[in-house]
């Protein structure tokens, strides 16, 4: 028996590809579009109908990159920098059972769904190593509210204070003698798990797929991060990692090995296609010129840079060396909304950064790209994020009545520059709407916000000494991140040029 039939009529739709946005017909097959046409030319008497005569309708987002762990923890922050976050991870990430490993990721799966996003590809974090058990729980969470998800998990053999040259000589005694006792596990405890992970990637749920996040190159030992990609060859596994995110990434990486990190992962044979490079903020072009060379795609996360004023990643530079850009949210703890849709815009908007002429800028079809096909390409999804015969039913609903598009001038640029959440009416996922007149068909949501209340009150209890901790830390990573950060490079990546203020 063939898969039932769904014939979408009369939705205006936009196709990121071409930018041409026109009246079409949609029949849609199982999992996938089969037919696009001129309104009533599809002529499908098997079909079930579904009407979209006020509906612009999109190819749905991309996510590609986002932290799953960090949903439970949204609102958290107010200035904090990336170092900030990375001192309060243990207690951001810590005392997780299952179930809280798995509302976590429920969570940010239903934020992201609400505002047209059904695939991800999300770096799983559980301190102090990966667990089998854990990571399952995150599959079944994306499997269960209808998303596609590449998950990787993010690991490393060094902390925070350990990876940075002079940080744990910074600090007061005590605290120095304090996190001299942090350990995140062993090196062969974190690769035991991953491989333990590795083997039963075949009892993951569908649609769901595997890659491994060394995390920054400067917190993996070179026996460990050689572990990891041997790991990543023998399973055949997309490696995802944070790079050049901050200042400090760029100078800690040139003191500890007199290269950039780019340059310093090429030269151990890290790079290769299927390697994304996330925030990119701090690369010089001949870092990119490797990462074309070496047909790796980067993820380009505009509102974490901002909110953690870690700068501006030069994307123009990326896509005009033909690097595959995909465009990503983060966590939850670094950019709260979730939006793909803040995303597009903040991307848009920070190209006009650089100086240059104004062709140099992202257009708003560029934009759109970067969050469907760009995203989609990065995590491996081959038929996600176009409009086109074969390609996967992933498609987002715009309500053409809502303010966002009164009046509709111009539908790509209105969805980049107007439109937030309020105005996704529906969402479909592999076929099936995960998401109809802004309600969620896929799983029932009643109770959640009480789950959520009483899982954060545990994790408070549980955590009672740990945030303490890290709120005595954090002004002293942050001064000596200020200091070490003011070493010269000879690039620039904040919005205003630093300067005194008298």
Not at 341 to 369: H, I, N
């Amino acid at each position: 028996m063939s898969a039932a039939q769904l014939l979408i009529r009369g939705g205006l739709v936009a196709d990121p590809a071409s930018a041409i946005v026109e009246p079409r017909d949609i029949l849609i097959e199982g999992t996938r579009i089969v037919a696009l046409g001129a309104p009533g030319s599809i002529a499908e008497p098997r079909a079930r109908i579904h009407g979209a005569s006020n509906r612009l309708i999109l190819p749905a987002f991309v996510n590609a990159h986002t932290h799953g762990h960090s949903n439970l923890v949204k609102g958290i922050a107010d200035r904090w920098t990336l170092e900030a976050s990375l001192t309060n991870g243990p207690w951001l990430a810590g005392a997780r059972d299952t179930e809280t490993i798995y509302l976590s990721a429920l969570l940010g799966a239903l934020d992201m769904l609400s505002k047209g996003c059904v695939s991800c590809f999300d770096l799983v974090y559980e301190f102090p190593l990966p667990t089998k058990a854990g990571f399952a729980a995150v599959a079944r969470a994306y499997a269960d509210a209808g998303m596609k998800a590449v998950l990787a998990p993010m690991v490393a053999d060094k902390t925070l204070f350990t990876a940075i040259p002079g940080l744990l000589d910074s600090l007061p005694e005590d605290l120095r003698k304090t996190v001299s006792q942090f350990d995140l596990g062993s090196a062969d405890a974190t690769i035991a798990a991953i491989e333990e992970i590795a083997a039963a990637r075949d009892d993951l749920p569908d649609g769901i797929d595997l890659a491994i996040a060394p995390t920054i190159p400067h917190h993996c030992s070179e026996d460990f991060l050689a572990r990891c990609i041997d790991l990543a060859e023998r399973y055949d596994l997309p490696i995802h990692m944070h790079i050049a995110e901050s200042r400090l990434q760029a100078t800690t990486a040139r003191k500890l090995w007199g290269v950039s990190p780019v340059r310093y992962l090429a030269d151990r044979g890290v790079l290769r296609p299927g390697f994304v490079a996330a925030h990119g903020v701090w690369l010089k072009h001949d870092d990119l010129d490797i990462l074309a060379e070496h047909q790796c795609s980067v993820a380009h996360i505009p509102a974490s840079n901002f909110r953690l004023g870690s700068g501006m990643a030069y994307v123009r530079a990326m896509l005009d060396r033909g690097i595959n850009v995909g465009l990503a949210t983060d966590g939850a703890n670094s950019s709260d909304a979730m939006s793909m849709l803040q995303a597009m815009r903040l991307a848009s908007y920070a190209s006009r950064g650089f100086s240059g002429p104004r062709d140099k800028w992202l257009g708003a079809a560029e934009t759109l790209r970067l969050a469907t096909r760009g995203g989609a390409d990065l995590a491996g999804f081959k038929h996600a994020g176009r409009m086109e015969a074969g390609a996967d039913a992933d498609l987002v609903f715009f309500d053409l009545d809502h303010l966002d598009f009164v009046p509709l001038t111009d539908p790509i640029n209105q969805i980049v520059t107007a439109a937030d959440s309020a105005s996704v009416r529906e969402v479909m996922a592999n076929g099936r709407m995960v998401l109809s007149n802004g309600r969620f068909t896929a799983i029932d949501t009643s109770g959640l916000r009480e789950r959520v209340r009483d899982t954060v009150l545990r994790l408070s209890a549980k955590l009672a000494d740990a945030r303490p901790l890290a709120a005595r830390l954090e002004p002293h990573v942050v001064a000596f991140v200020d200091k070490a950060s003011e070493e010269p490079l000879d690039i620039e990546r904040f919005v205003n040029p630093r300067e005194k203020i008298t």
